[in-house]
């Protein structure tokens, strides 16, 4: 029997080993299946169709396969706006595309420079003679501002625009702390410093108000006149200051009113917007849903224009990403790892560029990250090529301690940057285990011993170290500032404090030298590493990473960010606010992570023009994908 019961045993884990080998194998297919890039070979003649379902972002981050199958939510389709840009610009020269078909009623927004600079492309494509036609239930802030370079936008009869503008609400708990008996231990240089304050005040300082007040006020500027030189006709101070007026005058109907204030030139579904086209560019003949039209879509018309790329001159200008909070690990690409970076640019040594050209899109993150990613642009430095750094959205605190190698630096009027201060914040428990019974007692030889000590509170010792480290921190910063802009300590000073300043006002400063996009950063390392336009190829340092994304692209043709959420103007401001819960997590999430001393700018992360709005949930507030986090670290 015992022999028997062995042999039972062995046939048992022969079967569960080779239904695990096959359960693996067809994940393999089905991931390789499924991440295949789209053939170019699929281009029709007609119009592009640009289905804007999700946020336009500097950088998109690869999905984790795994923990987006355990999921129960699609993930948010995000697109980088240099390829975004790429396809207009291309669709603008080529005989195939007559039109350009641009549905924003999934469209979830991007920050304010990447939307200038496809406003910019759509503008371009206006100029080529070729017809532009938007169509949304729901316009935001975002939608309208690409809508507005349209010659038509639609709006659904059950939709409209709702102009929010800039600006809302922060959350902060130092009520709840203390209710809780928490002690946030926080440790900070620089009068404007306000990503602490959440943890230590109930409201907004003076000082922190002022900074938010003035940038949000350059922000809507910068809005308002982007969509008026596009609509001179719109009527933005009526839909913004009078909104119950304008819309009873229009018998509340918010579609009416849209028209009426010229942020819309027709009422109509998207069938009917697509007869609009259908009668331009062709009906389709592969289809005969109602409403369809002759169309190529954006993932394969991208992989053709990407598939036309001739990579053939010996003189080349390398391109590296810096985007979203820099860590110190292997993050990204879509947030910036240190480590990661660093390697890029290291075996990008043995490429021989001419140039070097750093786009950063951050509001920094840590202080050792930060400067690892510094010292590696260094090393090409050392190399004697140029520098340029080119600022996106924001490139704040870490993100502006990256671009201080540069030998110009380029930003626009949107962009956020400065914030030259550090922090550290760091909980200890030492009142909730007493309200509950729970004491402490040990031996130390030191007053540094168990130190920092979360149950029994930070000792005087412990408190000076953490203190040190961060004015040690922020001299350094001082100094990287002063030597880079060629000033004095004290000025640098002046101009750090924690102060978040506006592309504008950072170029008065002499924080920025020039405005200018990413194009006009690489056109300036080509003038100065004398190579002649048409001479020279860009090369995208680490745009060829593997990605499981398109399986994800597959999957929201049946449940995509439309079909998930509601798509009027009711649930546009819902999702909002969802949003903001949303924030309770990350915001904890920070406060508990050992993260170190940080250079971060938390203006930049609020403000509404420079991140975009929040889609459906997604994988990480799935309990699953929880466990498999736990179960993959």
């Known amino acids: 029997m015992a022999f028997a019961r062995k042999v039972w045993k062995f046939l048992v884990a022969v079967k569960d080993g080779l239904a695990l080998l ?37 950088e998109v981050a690869p999905i984790d396969p795994f923990a987006a199958l355990l999921s129960n939510t699609v993930p948010t389709r995000e697109y980088a706006a240099r390829e975004l840009v790429a396809a207009i610009d291309a669709a603008a020269s080529d005989e195939r595309i007559e039109a350009l078909a641009l549905d924003l009623t999934g469209f979830l927004g991007g920050g304010a420079v990447n939307l200038q600079e496809v406003s910019e492309a759509l503008d371009r494509f206006r100029a080529s003679d070729k017809p532009i036609y ?93 969509v008026q030189q596009a609509r001179p006709d719109a009527d933005i101070d ?44 062709g009906e389709d003949r592969w289809n005969d849903d109602p409403g369809s039209f002759a169309a190529t879509e954006y993932d394969p018309w991208l992989a053709d224009v990407n598939g036309g790329i001739d990579l ?8 590296v990403t810096i985007a979203g909070v820099i860590s110190d690990g292997e993050a990204g690409p879509g947030s910036a790892g240190a480590e990661r970076i660093a390697n890029l640019l290291d075996n990008a040594l043995d490429e021989g560029f001419d140039a070097l050209v750093v786009r950063v899109n951050s509001p920094g993150g840590t202080v050792t990250g930060s400067e690892t990613i510094r010292r590696a642009i260094l090393r090409h430095k050392d190399a004697g090529i140029p520098i340029a750094v080119s600022m996106g959205n924001y490139a704040a605190s870490g993100g502006y301690w990256v671009a201080t190698p540069a030998d110009r630096i380029f930003a626009e009027p949107q962009t956020l940057t400065g914030s030259i201060g550090v922090f550290v914040v760091v909980p200890s428990f030492e009142g909730v285990l007493s309200d509950y019974g729970v004491s402490t007692d040990g031996v130390r030889t030191t007053g540094l011993s168990g130190q920092p000590d979360l149950f029994d509170g930070f000792s005087p010792e412990v408190d000076s170290v953490l203190q040190a480290g961060v004015e040690s921190s922020y001299s350094r910063f001082l100094g990287l500032v002063a030597e880079a802009r060629g000033i004095s300590l004290e000025r640098a000073d002046e101009l750090g404090q924690g102060r978040v300043w506006d592309g504008g006002a ?3 400063l002499g924080l920025v030298d020039q405005f200018g996009d990413l194009q006009a950063a690489i056109a300036w390392a080509a003038e100065r590493a004398e190579l002649a336009e048409g001479d020279y190829d860009v090369t995208y340092l680490g745009a060829n990473a593997p990605s499981y994304d398109s399986i994800f692209a597959q999957l929201r043709a049946g449940g995509n960010a439309k079909e998930q959420t509601g798509r009027d103007v009711t649930s546009m401001f819902t999702r909002r606010e969802m949003a903001r819960l949303g924030r309770i997590t990350e915001d904890l999430d920070q406060l508990m992570g050992a993260q170190g001393i940080q250079a971060r700018c938390l203006e930049c992360t609020i403000l509404p023009s420079a991140t975009p709005a929040a889609g459906p949930p997604r994988a990480a507030d799935n309990w699953l994908f929880a466990l498999a986090q736990l179960w993959r670290d």
């Open 22 to 58: 096959f359960l693996l194998l067809f994940f393999m297919m089905l991931f390789a299946l499924l991440s295949a890039r789209p053939n170019p070979g699929v281009v029709r003649d007609g119009a592009l169709l640009l289905d804007l379902d999700g946020v336009v972002v500097e």
């Open 134 to 226: 938007s169509y949304a239930v729901a316009y935001s802030d975002s939608s309208v501002l690409l809508a507005a370079h349209s010659d038509e936008i639609w709006v659904d009869p059950l939709g409209g625009v709702a102009i929010t503008g800039p600006g809302g609400e922060n959350l902060y708990y130092a009520n709840a702390l203390e209710r809780f008996n928490v002690t946030a231990n926080v440790y900070r240089v620089g009068t404007y410093k306000s990503a602490v304050e959440p943890w230590t005040e109930t409201g907004m300082s003076p000082e922190a108000r002022e900074n938010m007040a003035q940038l949000l006020a350059t922000i809507w500027e910068e809005w308002r006149a982007n």
């Open 238 to 281: 009526l839909v913004t200051s009078d909104v119950a007026g304008w819309l009873a005058a229009s018998n509340n109907d918010i579609a009416e009113a849209s028209l009426a204030a010229g942020l819309a030139d027709r009422i109509g579904t998207r069938v009917e917007w697509g007869e609009r086209i259908a009668q331009v560019v």
């Open 312 to 319: 053939g001159n010996d003189n080349k200008i390398g391109v």
């Open 506 to 508: 950072a170029r008065q």
